[in-house]
């Protein structure tokens, strides 16, 4: 089997908000094609990695770099950072996976509204086209994200709790969507609580503590020592901790 290309590498990586660090001096490599789980007890620093992928943090020390350019990325945050209280139909809030080719005033194009039809198609969701988004439930919410983001057709898809109080058919039916993008190639990393689940579908996996514990096959890094050493070092963020001095040096 073909060595698979690094995707990117993480550079005695640091990030953190107000230069107090929630990820800590992370090592490691993530290749082209992985599908990796994100997995840590509550605030080991796992959402805060995906900002620092979306370049929505600037690292505090350290660096991510992509040794043959940035892909394209797919970000799905988790629900409870989603504003969707307004009167938007599920169509209409599906096409803006288009958005990051067309721009936020370009209009859609009959083509471009098949593909939103054939995208709520394939999440299961055909005939919610006229739906407000206020009227749907927890797993029909989460199919329309999803649908969203087989519009976006992104080379690397960031999840954030995907399946956090989603019934359990629809869990299935986007793992299998999941499935699906990594077969084509794509990159999934996503950030998970069951580790069954984690087990059972995805091949690698990053645990974190705010320090990198283990990163590797699923197997291999999600032993009872590491899970406990896990439990060990977790600790709510303090943002009155003292500064980490070697994480604020400039990124080179």
Request: net charge neutral; glycine share 8%; hydrophobic share 40%.
């Amino acid at each position: 089997m073909q060595k698979r290309q690094a995707l990117l590498f993480f550079e005695n990586l640091t990030l953190g908000y107000e230069r107090h660090p929630a990820v800590h001096h992370l090592q490691g490599e993530i290749q082209t094609g992985d599908l990796l789980a994100l997995v840590g007890p509550n605030g080991a620093g796992k959402s805060t990695l995906l900002k620092g992928l979306m370049n929505e943090l600037r690292p505090l020390g350290g660096r991510i770099s992509w040794p043959s350019g940035k892909p394209s990325l797919a970000y799905l945050p988790q629900r409870s950072g989603l504003n969707l209280d307004f009167p938007l139909r599920v169509a209409d809030f599906v096409s803006l996976g288009h958005w990051p080719r067309l721009g936020a005033f370009s209009a859609v194009s009959r083509q471009q509204r098949k593909a939103v039809d054939k995208a709520l198609a394939q999440v299961g969701m055909e005939g919610f086209e006229r739906r407000s988004l206020d009227s749907l439930s927890g797993g029909q919410l989460q199919r329309i994200l999803f649908a969203r983001l087989l519009l976006e057709d992104a080379e690397l898809l960031l999840l954030d709790e995907p399946f956090a109080a989603v019934d359990e058919q629809t869990t299935a039916d986007l793992l299998k969507l999941i499935h699906t993008w990594n077969r084509e190639g794509r990159t999934v990393i996503a950030v998970l609580h069951d580790l069954r689940q984690v087990r059972e579908h995805f091949p690698k996996t990053l645990l974190l503590a705010r320090d990198a514990l283990a990163l590797g096959p699923t197997e291999e890094v999600l032993t009872e020592e590491n899970l406990e050493r896990a439990r060990r070092m977790q600790a709510p963020f303090d943002p009155l901790a003292a500064i980490c001095e070697a994480d604020i040096k400039e990124p080179h």
